[in-house]
């Protein structure tokens, strides 16, 4: 074979060599013993198979794949924690810039800020910060990726208190889509400051990310479950209760089955139930007076709060939900919890396909509802709830059944949402709920994209399409 013909694709030859000169980190290519490992997503409903994953070792490794995959037209996909449900931290047939080398973590504990690399996981970052007694609003549950979950909002368990994650963001260092390293703050940039910051990772590949940090170490936290069929009562509490609360107590409602596992007991099993899961911030005195209400108008079957480290709470579902596992969700924002909407949690809870398909209502107000609506890219500062249905299946053989129950539930709930979801909770669902998402804001951030990304390079993830003639 002549020399000229090795190099017919990117991905072989002459073209992949350059590549290997200039690249630090692991390239990995589909006959490779790593591959099936490396391409692997959280959600193993989706299969994706790229022709090339670049394991980035440093910054300059993603500038460098970034200028590789623009030189040569590849379909480039930025994996973080890989976390994402429709799996938009891969694709099928082109480049995956992996960033799960990058681990760095700095606190500042006299600043509270947090310095962090895009590949760190949410848990990692709170094993970082809890010596300190220290935290980083995020999500609930610690294997989640910081980096895809902060780009899109991040609400969890400290949001009512503290806001989202991007809430807490004061700067962030990407490589934009022509290769150039660029700095994201009030000060520089301000424009791509207010665009990543809710606006998913269109505008560029995150490298790192600085945090504001606030003391949290104790909580008073964990679920307390009720038999099914109280679910309207424990809901028509609840969305009364909640608004009210102090903003350091958050508690989400999920219907489920209690977990068949340590340390639920043997006799409740797979017994469908109406759940909140709580975290209660404040001082650790008054947090017996934060639950007396609930408790003693509707005792629990099962009441598992206490003291925990923060940590554990984050950590306290992982066991449950290891990576691999199929997963078909959809999402909304929801202004009000109406007597219809109970009434079919109620009904879909009846008919729970599998031992850990759920629902999830997160509470997103207090400290989320400070910031303005057109402050950050989010665009649902007004609404109440972020509602999530997971259907969740151990293998392929509940794939059918449990994608079936997340729609039609779904479909149900919609009519009485807000109209549209957090788009980290979306699967590829359109245009059309994209921009619904950002609702005023999706202008603004089509000129934004327009401006820094003008060819759409960054396309695999909620896609905000560039502005034309912007
Ligand atoms: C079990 C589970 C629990 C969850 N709980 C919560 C929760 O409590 N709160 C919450 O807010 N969300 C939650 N999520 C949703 C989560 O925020 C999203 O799945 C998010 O996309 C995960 O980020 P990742 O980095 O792991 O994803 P990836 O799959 O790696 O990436 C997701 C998207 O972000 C982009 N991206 C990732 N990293 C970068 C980067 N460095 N630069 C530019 N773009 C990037 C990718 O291109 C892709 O489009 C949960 C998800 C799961 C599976």
């Known amino acids: 074979m002549k020399a000229s013909s090795i190099s017919q694709t990117p991905f072989e030859g002459k073209a992949l060599e350059t590549l290997r000169n200039n690249f630090k980190g692991p390239l990995i290519l589909p006959f490779d013993e790593r591959y099936d490992p490396a391409r692997a997503l959280y959600n193993g409903m989706i299969d994706r198979y790229p022709a090339l994953i670049a394991q980035c070792a440093d910054e300059e490794d993603v500038a460098t794949a970034i200028r590789y995959a623009r030189k040569h037209g590849i379909l480039t996909a930025i994996r973080g924690g890989g976390h994402n449900g429709a799996g938009l931290g891969s694709c099928d047939g082109g480049l995956v810039i992996d960033l799960r080398l990058l681990k760095s973590i700095q606190v500042d504990h006299q600043k509270r800020q947090v310095k962090v690399q895009a590949g760190c996981t949410q848990g990692e970052v709170d094993a970082a910060t809890h010596p300190y007694g220290l935290a980083v609003p995020a999500g609930i549950i ?110 989400f409602p999920s219907i489920m089955k209690v977990p068949p596992a ?3 007991p043997e006799t409740l099993h797979r017994q469908p139930v109406c759940a909140i899961v709580w975290c209660f911030s404040g001082d650790m005195e008054r947090a017996e007076e934060a639950f007396r209400e609930i408790r003693e108008k509707y005792p629990p079957m099962l009441d598992a709060t206490g003291p925990m480290p923060f940590p554990a709470l984050q950590g306290m579902f992982d066991p449950l939900l290891p990576a691999g596992l199929q997963w078909y969700w959809k999402g909304d924002f929801v202004q009000e919890l109406t007597d219809e909407a109970i009434g079919q949690h109620l009904e879909f809870g009846r008919r729970l396909p599998s031992d850990l398909s759920t629902m999830h209502l997160y509470p997103i107000d207090g400290a989320v509802h400070r910031v303005g609506q057109q402050e950050t890219a989010f665009g649902f500062r007004d609404a109440k709830w972020s509602m999530v249905i997971c259907g969740i299946g151990k293998d392929s053989s509940e794939k059918e059944a449990v994608s079936r129950w997340a729609k039609d539930y779904w479909a149900a709930l919609h009519p009485h949402s807000a109209g549209a979801a957090y788009v980290n909770f979306m699967m590829e669902e359109g245009q059309e709920r994209v921009k619904a998402t950002y609702q005023a804001n999706y202008e603004r951030l089509r000129a934004v994209k327009a401006k820094y990304d003008p060819d759409n390079f960054f396309r695999v993830n909620q896609n905000i399409r560039p502005k034309k003639g912007a």
């Open 262 to 264: 340590p340390p639920f």
């Open 142 to 251: 610690s294997s989640t990726g910081i980096a895809g979950l902060a780009l899109g909002g991040g609400h969890g368990y400290l949001s009512r208190k503290h806001g989202l994650t991007i809430d807490n963001l004061i700067e962030a260092e990407l490589v934009l889509a022509d290769g150039r390293k660029a700095k994201a703050s009030e000060q520089e940039n301000p424009d791509l400051f207010w665009a990543i910051r809710g606006g998913g990772g269109n505008f560029g590949a995150v490298t790192s990310f600085l945090f504001r940090a606030h003391p949290v170490h104790t909580v008073y936290a964990g679920p307390m479950f009720w038999p099914l069929e109280q679910t309207r009562e424990i809901l028509s509490w609840y969305r009364g209760f909640q608004p009210g609360a102090p903003e350091e107590l958050y508690g």
